[in-house]
């Protein structure tokens, strides 16, 4: 379908940013001609005025929020038809002009780190830092992990090529993998990452089979290559860990966003004490789909087939406000305006970007991309996309902008939620056991894939980094060995561990964002515990719940978590989520 045959109110409408492209051009011009030349001179060496602080502060927020609207304005319409060429254009231009001011305001965390802590600590407590206050206390923090203004100045215009290699990655992935043809259902089709994980999904053993061996025959071919770029991609943390006086990558990394590595190591004690209830899972599957040996390339097989539930876009909607009604008629509310207002945009389109996801600047409401379909897990993705914009939502009316970005560790909670949420409504509200167990099983599946199977890759990193740290180099044999001992500890003995899967590793693009993906693990943890005081405890945990989603960044994210009643420092909430997966597993098995 082309973009100009779908109805206007599928379509998100972009006016809170601009009203045309000629805005948008007259806008950028008159940013990169205020802030492209401008002075800093009148703040550098001199932010230890209270005066020229403040005024640095409203400086740099007033350009923030415009560049926000520039790039949001970019990016959607990129995202509409990535065909288009104006708007890679757009783009380009946004990332070169960002780079050079990012580097002509290196002076600022140097010389502030570098004020007496007695002279930051006042300006915290100053009413007129108000807005500021959480940042200054970070820098207080930080102050023995920031480097002198010339070597900041240095990081930051090396940080092109320091993050190449994710981009090198992205071609060896994309470009130079070579993924041979196969088939599906007897029809030879050209494999792709997508097609891959649909196979998977399908009830079609021997295509899965087929699929998996040849999936991963590409990268096995790669192997020496993306073993150096990955090795390249540790280094490039040792080198900064190092220079930032960090004990260890882990360490360095969750200081980023002002979180304990005792909630990383809570994380993976609490996955090991439950891998016994995952393991009667993989069990399990292998008993109801009746294989003598059950494989690596059969753990996405349905195990409930035929049904999918298939609704039009506007009745899945309704579905999801119901669904949703224990978080109250505000967030109904909200959930309506979000469809009424046109913050989503719905259809497939030819050349629109893939997938779906949540986005928004501080002076524009939230919107969503999607790629709408009939099935199930899209309108779980409609209802998860949507907790991520009614976050965003919240925080922008709750917080200054100063506060109002929530970090990534937090990011996937709310839209967890919604899916957990929806989940139960499902199941609560339907006679139909094969459709009771299909929920169940889609759960399960879902806690497997984003608790169970994201911990195992922190893991594996977490190893990875401490053999690099430990003066090891890493080949591609002790990598594929590392990840398959672990394979054999996650999965247990009810499934075969395929030599292929040894080199999973290699394939997982988010590696190159170092000790991210263990924040998917800890968002569904959160997300059940939070789930379950709404259900029980009603209106007073959803009263926490909306404090949570206006904390924005107003402080550390794990403080802001307690809002909603979670704390990952004690080892609570990683017991309810073990609980919540175990006793998901025993309903199923009644089911039978």
């Avoid at 167990?437 to 190893?463: G, P, S």
Wanted: proline share 3%; net charge negative; aromatic share 14%.
């Amino acid at each position: 379908m082309e973009r100009k045959d779908i109805p206007e109110s599928l379509k998100w409408d972009l006016s809170d940013f601009f009203e045309n492209d000629e805005a948008w051009d007259k806008e950028f011009e008159a940013v990169e001609k205020e802030y492209g030349n401008y002075d800093y001179s009148k703040f550098q060496g001199k932010l230890g005025e209270k005066s020229v602080l403040l005024s640095f502060f409203k400086m740099e927020e007033d350009f923030s929020r415009r560049l926000e609207k520039l790039y949001g304005y970019a990016a959607m319409r990129h995202d509409e038809d990535v065909r288009i060429s104006k708007y890679n254009s757009y783009l380009a231009k946004m990332g070169s002009f960002v780079a050079n001011t990012s580097a002509e305001m290196a002076f600022v965390d140097p010389e502030l780190t570098a004020l007496p802590e007695e002279k930051l600590n006042g300006y915290i407590a100053d009413p007129d830092f108000k807005n500021y206050d959480y940042r200054l206390s970070r820098l207080v923090k930080a102050k023995a992990h920031v480097l002198s203004e010339s070597e900041e100045k240095l990081l930051a215009l090396a940080s092109d090529v320091m993050g190449g290699f994710h981009t090198t990655f992205s071609m060896l992935d994309n470009a130079n993998l070579n993924l041979p043809k196969d088939t599906i259902d007897g029809k030879e089709v050209q494999m792709s990452h997508g097609l891959y994980g649909l196979v998977l999904h399908s009830t079609n053993r021997e295509e899965r089979e087929s699929w998996f061996k040849k999936y991963y025959g590409a990268y096995i071919k790669l192997i020496d290559a993306i073993t150096q770029t990955y090795y390249g991609n540790v280094k490039k943390d040792i080198f900064y860990k190092t220079v930032r006086k960090y004990n260890s990558c882990l360490e360095k990394a969750l200081d980023g966003e002002d979180v304990s590595p005792v909630v990383y190591n809570n994380l993976i004690d609490a996955v090991h004490n439950a891998l016994p209830n995952v393991h009667r899972y993989i069990s399990l599957r292998k008993q109801i789909l009746g294989y003598e040996t059950q494989h690596m390339y059969d753990i996405y097989a349905p195990l409930v087939e035929n049904t999918d539930i298939k609704l039009p876009y506007e009745e899945a909607y309704e579905l999801i406000i119901k669904g949703l009604a224990p978080l109250g008629e505000e967030y109904q509310n909200l959930l309506r305006r979000g469809k009424n207002e046109r913050w989503i945009d719905v259809c497939e389109n030819e050349g629109k970007r893939s997938g779906a996801y949540s986005t928004g600047v501080y002076d524009t409401h939230p919107y969503v991309l999607l790629n709408y379909q009939e099935t199930t897990n899209d309108i779980f993705t409609v209802a998860h996309e949507m907790g991520h914009s009614i976050h965003t939502y919240m925080s922008n009316k709750g917080q200054p902008y100063s506060k109002s970005q929530y970090t990534i560790f937090l990011a996937e909670i709310a839209s967890t939620v919604n899916e957990v949420l929806l989940m139960k409504y499902l199941y609560a509200n339907t006679e139909d056991k094969n459709l009771k167990k299909y929920v169940l099983n889609y759960y399960m599946d879902m806690i497997r894939a984003t608790l169970f199977r994201q911990t195992q890759f922190a893991e594996f990193e977490q190893i990875a980094h401490a053999k690099a740290e430990n003066g090891e180099p890493l080949t591609k044999e002790n990598l594929c060995e590392a990840y398959y001992e672990l394979n054999k500890q996650y999965y247990g003995d009810g499934i075969e561990h395929d030599k292929e899967i040894s080199y999973e590793w290699a394939r997982i693009p988010h590696f190159y964002r170092s000790f991210y993906v263990y924040k998917y693990a800890t968002g569904i943890i959160s997300a059940i515990s939070i789930v379950k005081r709404i259900l029980t405890e009603g209106e007073p945990a959803v009263k926490d719940y909306f404090e949570f989603l206006s904390g924005g960044g107003s402080t550390d994210p794990v403080s802001i978590l307690k809002k909603a009643g979670v704390d990952l420092t004690t080892k609570a909430p990683f017991e309810t989520a073990m609980k919540e997966f175990a006793d998901t597993l025993s309903e199923f098995e009644k089911l039978l």
